[in-house]
């Protein structure tokens, strides 16, 4: 079992950046895929990013070249750097984790999930 606690998350006015941490217990993150997921009210829990245990990355088309994920495998962390954030970009967001990854943008994917913190951007 992986236990994911996610933190970082706040108010920010659009054009601002924030660090969301996901720090993971009980297993080693390094053999995990992660990915972070958003959810939006009324709306479907949506991929945002994704690192493999390789180190590749993905990412959703909104997102690129403002957001990037890392791992940083000694602290058991993943870290989502999220830049240039836009009102759109709020939501709460999830960390995941992943044992053998297939198609990173469907949560069916991801078995463990932390409990999310919320984005709130002001335009």
């Known amino acids: 079992q992986v236990q994911l606690v996610e933190s970082g998350g706040g108010l920010v006015q659009a054009g601002g950046s924030l660090r969301l941490s996901c720090a993971a217990s009980?297993?080693?993150?390094?053999?995990?895929?992660m990915g972070w997921f958003r959810q939006a009210p009324g709306k479907e829990r949506e991929a945002v990013a994704t690192?493999?245990?390789?180190?590749?990355?993905y990412y959703v088309d909104s997102v690129k070249g403002r957001f990037t994920i890392s791992r940083d495998n000694a602290k058991n962390t993943v870290y989502l750097q999220m830049n240039s954030l836009r009102p759109e970009d709020t939501a709460v967001y999830y960390c995941?984790?992943?044992?053998?990854?297939?198609?990173?943008?469907?949560?069916?994917?991801?078995?463990?999930w932390g409990q999310g913190t919320q984005v709130t951007v002001s335009s």
């Open positions: 995941a984790a992943a044992e053998m990854l297939g198609l990173w943008v469907s949560p069916g994917e991801y078995a463990y």
């Open positions: 009980g297993r080693t993150l390094s053999n995990y895929a």
């Open positions: 690192i493999r245990r390789s180190g590749l990355t």
